[in-house]
């Protein structure tokens, strides 16, 4: 109910003081996690990223540029103002290894999953079954898939 609410005042409400909340996207790259967030017209000095193993937390703001004195708007849908957006994550992060790129108003992380949930690829030694068709238990290898 409440991002309803946020969502008409955003429509109506003074351009400056508007509430807003960039887009984001979490895909699952296989050893890592990729998150991207749309933040047109932000500079990363507006930005603050903190990351925790179960979670990512974006805050910021998109500052006005203009003087209310000075210019009469007659039509804006920019959103202006402060955001923070906080997105649990679906699997554990290694957050001292993420990778951040900012470019053209996408912030791109990279965030390597921890060890225990990442694929695994078991060998299964076949050559230890006899040809009867006897079973027997097998000797398996895991190694990391890459």
Do not use: C
């Not at 509430?19 to 047109?40: M, T």
């Not at 004195?69 to 955001?83: A, C, I, P, Q, T």
Request: aromatic share 6%.
């Amino acid at each position: 109910m409440d991002q309803v609410f946020d969502e008409l005042s955003a429509q109506t409400g003074d351009p400056s003081t508007t509430a807003w909340s960039p887009a984001v996207e979490l895909i699952d790259a296989g050893d890592n996690l990729i998150f991207r967030a749309q933040l047109p017209g932000i500079s990363t000095q507006d930005l603050d990223v903190q990351v925790t193993r179960d979670a990512i937390s974006l805050s910021g703001e998109r500052k006005y540029l203009h003087d209310s004195n000075n210019v009469n708007s007659l039509h804006s849908e920019f959103r202006y103002g402060k955001f923070q957006r906080v997105l649990n994550l679906p699997f554990p992060v290694q957050n001292e290894k993420v990778q951040a790129d900012y470019r053209d108003g996408i912030l791109t992380l990279t965030l390597p999953k921890v060890e225990s949930v990442r694929n695994r690829v078991v060998k299964i030694n076949l050559g230890e079954l006899s040809a009867s068709g006897e079973s027997k238990t097998l000797n398996t290898s895991s190694t990391t898939a890459e």
